[in-house]
């Protein structure tokens, strides 16, 4: 598809359930966090914890909980997520089921609150989201322009030639 994204690969079930040694657990409102540094699950739970109150006021699914805690899967570096992972460079953040796995750094609001949007957009629908996945991708595609910088913003509007998606 020209100006999107390769279709993605589905992660191996044996990394649904990470078991480490090393790695602590953050448990916040929405949200557990498991990986190998305190200081980077907290800055990754308070904005998960942003973006989650960003998606509920954009949706208006403010009031809406989910019966249990979203889990991110905060990998040392990139060379370990993809190793655990097996995707391209370019993914940054990938969701299975209510989980997100993702490693630290710059930039990765717009990549979580992608994917956080197709979590929560399924922990709402449920069995009626699969025929509403050109809406959840819609949604999921709106939230990830507004986390943007504006250069990538910028780029964004240069390739999606028939966008329909509003970036003002």
Not at 7 to 15: D, E, N, Q, V, Y
Not at 20 to 36: E, K, M, N, Q
Not at 81 to 87: D, E, G, R
Request: glycine share 6%.
């Amino acid at each position: 598809m020209p100006g999107g994204r390769p279709p993605r690969k589905r992660l191996r079930p044996s990394l649904r359930i990470p078991m480490w040694s090393r790695t602590s657990r953050i448990d916040v409102l929405h949200f557990a966090l498991h990986g190998y540094d305190e200081n980077d699950m907290r800055n990754m739970s308070v904005l998960a914890e942003d973006l989650y109150n960003k998606i509920g006021n954009d949706a208006g699914l403010y009031a809406f909980l989910a019966g249990q805690n979203y889990t991110v899967v905060i990998y040392k570096d990139q060379t370990e997520y993809l190793q655990k992972t097996h995707l391209q460079a370019w993914s940054r953040v990938v969701s299975a089921g209510t989980t997100l796995y993702t490693y630290p750094g710059q930039d990765i609001a717009p990549a979580l609150i992608h994917e956080l949007t197709h979590v929560i957009f399924y922990a709402y629908m449920g069995d009626k989201a699969p025929p509403l996945r050109w809406l959840n991708e819609g949604l999921a595609m709106y939230e990830e322009v507004t986390k943007m910088s504006d250069s990538d913003r910028m780029a964004f509007k240069r390739t999606s030639s028939s966008s329909c998606i509003r970036t003002e």
